[in-house]
């Protein structure tokens, strides 16, 4: 029986990687086919299911910023910042603020 948890636990997470892993290059070929809106709907996918991916976090603010939606934009850095110091006490990396330079006043 412990046998047959354990290789359904395994199973599990093999499943859901593969699954993260099918959204991410779906989310990069929708991309490279202009469609970010498409993207973007992949990318919030990944982020039910791992909050902690900043380059998926990092993809969001890319897409909102060149949509015109910079309060989203905001508001998706805030996001990432907030989980970031609660779940690991660090900040988003340099790249990641880059993104937002003078819009946040840091």
């Given at each position: 029986r412990k046998l047959n948890e354990r290789w359904a636990a395994e199973e599990r997470e093999t499943l859901a990687t593969a699954h993260l892993q099918a959204?991410?290059?779906?989310?990069?070929?929708?991309?490279?086919?202009?469609?970010?809106?498409?993207?973007?709907?992949?990318?919030?996918?990944?982020?039910?299911?791992?909050?902690?991916?900043?380059?998926?976090?990092?993809?969001?603010?890319?897409?909102?910023?060149?949509?015109g939606q910079r309060t989203q934009a905001v508001r998706q850095y805030r996001e990432l910042e907030e989980l970031l110091t609660r779940e690991l006490g660090i900040r988003p990396d340099p790249g990641t603020r880059a993104l937002l330079e003078g819009l946040l006043g840091t």
């Open positions: 959204l991410e290059k779906l989310s990069r070929l929708t991309e490279a086919a202009g469609l970010g809106e498409r993207a973007a709907e992949y990318r919030l996918r990944i982020l039910r299911s791992d909050p902690l991916r900043e380059d998926s976090h990092q993809a969001l603010i890319r897409y909102y910023l060149a949509s």
